[in-house]
């Protein structure tokens, strides 16, 4: 009986799990949809027409 029991609960995790799967957004996961600002001060005044935060990554090789 435990045994059956335990088979009957991995049947229904196994099951389970594509119910709870989403599918990729295409859309969002495509390079172009970003726009990045290479200049500063143009960043800053898109940033502050939009009423947005700005990112600032910095990276160095030392």
């Given at each position: 009986?435990?045994?059956s029991?335990?088979?009957?609960f991995a049947i229904i995790l196994a099951?389970?799990?594509?119910?709870f799967?989403?599918?990729q957004d295409t859309a969002a996961a495509e390079p172009?949809?970003?726009s990045w600002?290479?200049?500063?001060?143009e960043a800053l005044s898109a940033a502050s027409a939009e009423d947005r935060?700005?990112?600032i990554e910095f990276y160095?090789?030392?």
């Amino acid at each position: 009986m435990k045994r059956s029991i335990i088979i009957l609960f991995a049947i229904i995790l196994a099951f389970s799990s594509q119910l709870f799967a989403q599918e990729q957004d295409t859309a969002a996961a495509e390079p172009d949809t970003i726009s990045w600002y290479l200049d500063y001060n143009e960043a800053l005044s898109a940033a502050s027409a939009e009423d947005r935060y700005m990112l600032i990554e910095f990276y160095t090789d030392w």
